[in-house]
């Protein structure tokens, strides 16, 4: 009897599961398939792998099929790009999504659209886009609004539906990164926005196309909206192709193995991704609270240097980043006590943060898993509504919100490598990664008129932390593009005609200090030539502070700082065959100053909005090393030798901090070092540690002093206003920690 | 599933094994009896006997003594209570003027100590430094990591945690 009632079930959900696969609308879909998920806790309620267990090769052979058809179509999709961005460096991705706009596979490339690309699709669906304004076969449709799915106004997405047999059955999406997106400065992050209405050109999920071509008033209205309206037209083109070979592709696997089995397999893999994601974070983390804050800095170049910047109001922004790790696998990140949006183009949207935590999730936990959506569903998150990482202000700028998404992720991956070291699996221990900032932006005018931008995406390659068995990786790593590559400088060049490089070279002793040390930082030095006029700016966070540490007695590398020479003599210098400088060295001793004369100016503050540039003025910047892990002096000695020969350090400076006693022999041409004075070095500063150090509680009552007392400067006292009265959680935590009366405030 | 033999791990702890092997053991599905090799081989090393539940951090251990959980340094140094935040029991060297910052890095190349400071937490036993905390001044010390050991045994390790 009771069997009889199962099956009288199992048949009647089947029934309505075959009915509502035909008639739904996609609104319906989406609804049906998020209460199927509230209701069951399994992605469209599936319980059971019916199609991978009954035939494990079939279902991977799918797999493999459309992952080939979407890297494929990327590989296909640059070559028609002209954007050294997208073309050389490889900044696009496209994805493949469930018709309810859930990621079933994606491409290599920038994967940390996948998830934006998403809400933006699912953005379309609620908003009732099946009857205004229509979604058909060959319907084309793009977005660049992060409010509703994507990280800022350059990242372009194009989504195309896929239908069969006149059943919408999914979408193909890519999108690429635009050197210029119409912001009220020239760029690709520019730093002046302080309201969505300087952001640039926002398409607002728009329909932009149908019968498979764009509309050509959509076309004429997008290439005057850019400085940059051939890369613009061009990468337009190259994602729409990567969409149409996604759809062939697509419809050609369903050919083959049956619209049924199709629309069964894209559930069953995304539940899949979500299952392995659960293992794996039972598999590789302990459970428990981690906590990892960073604090965000906003530090423009003063005005009083003679830059064309408008005042601006110091900020500093909390991003107390906690992950709640239960023994079941589920993770919980929250960012409880963030600071707010500011009249600033560093706010984050909520899906770009969500973006992220995929992003860094997939690489760090999942990456051996189903990279889709099933792992943004297994992780619960907490962005407070009102913050700078998820603005209810719907004027909020996010042009630049890299800025802050990038240091307070910096918190996720030093979390999740307490777990890994816990656990044993140290070989997956990362202490943070670089800011991916300070490339050169803005644009400027050859002497004949021609217009060139600047936009150079050298940033795709900083530094990745040390580890708990290893060193850092220099000039590697981007964290929203596992491909890292920073592009040849003679590529740069054809695209920046009148700002061609000097050098770019390793920035000695920059690498956060540890056990294993951190990644270096790397320099670009630039000069204004053959140029009617130039406008250039460069954002680097930091500066007035580290924004992110190492782990467990790593310290960070060192912070920027904005540094120039105007009106230089290079010239004179050039035409006199003598040597010219490749790169900055120590700011103290600079080899610009050495080697050139001109208005060297240097600044604490790594920000600038932007200025302008004549004909020979120099421009130095700064990329991100990262940090270290482990006490700097349990570094092994031959790792210090290999730090000299590499010039990574400088002699002073390994003594000073590795307590490491070298010299160099010329006639070897090899570092050799002293071991008896290295220890004898080390056991000083060891001295200098047990002489210089405090008690907890000393060091507890100074800083309870100075919240007491509140001397603080503006943007620190600013900043624990904030995330008091946004977060009352926050607040108490604080209040109770110090022992505060329970009125008092900042 | 791999497994890997003890010497393997222990170089791998040391820092010393060939990126090949390292690159390896990366790449492949993760040996799921790696913790209880990794306890094993610290417990051999470290100069006391209470036995290690968790590692915890560089040169930190979660131990049992007698009917406690603590946290005890490999130096021998016990830091008390796990639930306790170990940062309360160590010493404190704050870099907050730009002298003592600019005795690790270079003057323009470190933070303005309006707006951050830098807290070395060093142990009170030997002086290894066990973290750099980078925050504003006033900011409550970073509470980074509290386990829950029973959940971690009972429902991952699945075998019993010793009685507190």
């Given at each position: 009897m009771e069997k009889a009632v199962t099956e009288k079930k199992a048949s009647k959900k089947k029934q309505l599961a075959a009915v509502d696969e035909e008639k739904m609308t996609p609104k319906e879909k989406l609804n049906y398939s998020e209460d199927l998920f509230k209701k069951t806790g399994h992605y469209y309620g599936i319980r059971r792998f019916?199609?991978?267990?009954?035939?494990?090769?079939?279902?991977?052979?799918?797999?493999?099929?459309?992952?080939?058809?979407?890297?494929?179509?990327?590989?296909s999709a640059l070559h028609i790009s002209a954007s050294p961005i997208v073309r050389n460096i490889g900044e696009l991705c496209f994805a493949l999504y469930t018709p309810e706009g859930d990621s079933i596979t994606l491409s290599t490339g920038i994967i940390v659209h996948v998830h934006t690309i998403s809400e933006f699709i699912k953005y379309m669906i609620r908003n009732d886009y099946e009857d205004d304004p229509g979604i058909r076969h060959g319907d084309i449709f793009c977005n660049n609004d992060a409010a509703i799915g994507g990280v800022h106004t350059s990242d372009i997405s194009t989504a195309v539906p896929i239908f069969y047999n006149g059943q919408l059955v999914g979408w193909a999406a890519g999108v690429t990164h635009e050197p210029d997106c119409g912001s009220s400065m020239p760029g690709h992050s520019p730093t002046q926005p302080?309201?969505?209405?300087?952001?640039?050109?926002?398409?607002?999920a728009d329909k932009i196309g149908e019968n498979d071509k764009i509309f050509k008033t959509y076309r004429m209205r997008s290439v005057k909206s850019t400085r940059t309206p051939m890369y613009w037209d061009l990468d337009e083109k190259a994602r729409l192709a990567g969409c149409h070979k996604i759809r062939e592709g697509v419809v050609k696997i369903i050919e083959e193995e049956g619209s049924e089995y199709y629309l069964g397999f894209i559930r069953e893999i995304i539940e899949e991704g979500r299952q392995i994601a659960l293992a794996r974070v039972k598999e590789r983390l302990v459970p428990g609270r981690y906590?990892?804050?960073s604090v965000i800095p906003v530090a423009f170049v003063e005005v009083a240097l003679g830059r064309t910047e408008r005042p601006r109001q110091d900020i500093l922004a909390n991003a107390p980043v906690e992950i709640i790790v239960r023994p079941d696998g589920e993770l919980f990140f929250s960012l409880e006590g963030a600071s707010r949006s500011q009249p600033f183009p560093y706010n984050c949207s909520e899906t770009a943060m969500q973006g992220a935590l995929w992003v860094l999730l997939s690489q760090l936990l999942f990456y051996d898993g189903r990279v889709n959506d099933g792992s943004y569903l297994a992780v619960k998150n907490y962005f407070p509504p009102g913050s700078g990482f998820n603005p209810t202000d719907p004027f909020a700028s996010y042009s630049c919100a890299w800025g802050s998404l990038m240091a307070c992720f910096t918190g996720l991956v030093r979390c999740l490598s307490r777990g890994f070291y816990s656990r044993g699996y140290r070989e997956e221990v990362v202490s943070s990664y670089g800011e991916t900032s300070d490339s050169t932006q803005g644009g400027g005018y050859l002497?004949?008129?021609?217009?060139?931008?600047?936009?150079?995406?050298?940033?795709s390659a900083v530094g990745m932390g040390a580890g708990a068995v290893r060193d850092g990786l220099d000039y590697g790593y981007a964290m929203w593009n596992p491909e890292s590559d920073m592009g040849d400088i003679e590529v740069w060049e054809s695209l920046e005609l009148g700002f061609p490089w000097l050098g770019r070279r390793v920035k000695r002793d920059t690498a956060g200090f540890g056990k294993y040390r951190g990644a270096t930082d790397w320099e670009n030095l630039r000069v204004a030539h053959g140029v009617k006029s130039l406008f250039a700016y460069m954002a680097r966070g930091g500066g007035v502070a580290f924004i992110c540490t190492g782990l467990m007695g790593g310290y960070p590398n060192a912070t920027s700082y904005r540094s120039a020479m105007l009106k230089s003599n290079l010239a004179d210098v050039v035409q006199e065959k003598k040597p010219y400088p490749t790169g900055?060295?120590?700011?103290?001793d600079s080899e610009l100053k050495k080697l050139l004369q001109g208005d060297y100016m240097i600044h604490k503050r790594g920000a600038t909005l932007g200025g302008n540039l004549n004909n020979g003025d120099i421009l130095h910047g700064n990329m991100n090393g990262s940090c270290g892990f482990g006490d700097p002096l349990l570094r092994d000695i031959e790792l210090v030798k290999k730090d000299l020969?590499?010039?990574?350090?400088?002699?002073?400076?390994?003594?000073?901090v590795y307590g490491v006693v070298g010299s160099y022999d010329k006639k070897n041409q090899e570092w050799l070092i002293d071991k008896a004075a290295t220890e004898s070095e080390r056991e000083k500063i060891r001295d200098i540690r047990r002489s210089r150090a405090i008690d907890f509680n000393e060091f507890f009552e100074m800083e309870r002093q100075i919240v007491i007392e509140k001397n603080l400067i503006e943007p620190v006292k600013n900043m624990y206003r904030e995330s008091m009265e946004l977060s009352p959680k926050w607040a108490e935590e604080f209040k109770e920690y110090y022992g505060l009366p329970a009125d008092f405030q900042f | 599933?791999?497994?890997y033999d003890k010497k393997t791990i222990a170089d791998l702890i040391d820092g010393k094994l060939e990126w090949s092997a390292l690159k390896r053991i990366i790449s492949d599905h993760k040996d799921a009896d790696r913790f209880d090799k990794v306890v094993a081989i610290l417990q051999e090393r470290v100069p006391w006997k209470e036995k290690i539940l968790l590692p915890l951090a560089e040169h930190l251990y979660v131990v049992q003594k007698g009917k406690e959980r603590i946290v005890k340094a490999e130096c021998g140094y016990e830091f008390g209570d796990y639930r306790q935040n170990w940062k309360h029991k160590s010493k404190v060297v704050v870099r907050n003027t730009p002298e003592l910052?600019?005795?690790m890095y270079r003057h323009w190349e470190h933070s303005d100590p309006g707006w951050q400071e830098m807290r070395e937490f060093y142990c009170p036993g030997c002086y290894t430094l066990l973290e750099v905390e980078v925050l504003p001044p006033g900011y409550p010390v970073n509470f980074d990591f509290l386990p829950d050991l029973e959940g971690f045994y009972r429902e991952i390790l699945k075998k019993p945690l010793p009685e507190s």
């Open positions: 019916k199609l991978r267990d009954e035939d494990p090769l079939r279902f991977e052979r799918v797999f493999g099929k459309l992952r080939g058809a979407l890297v494929g179509a990327r590989e302080q309201s969505r209405f300087e952001d640039g050109y926002i398409i607002v906590r990892a804050p002497e004949d008129g021609t217009y060139f931008p600047l936009a150079t995406f050298d940033i900055e060295g120590d700011p103290n020969e590499d010039e990574i350090y400088s002699p002073e400076l390994v003594r000073r | 599933m791999p497994t910052l600019e005795e």
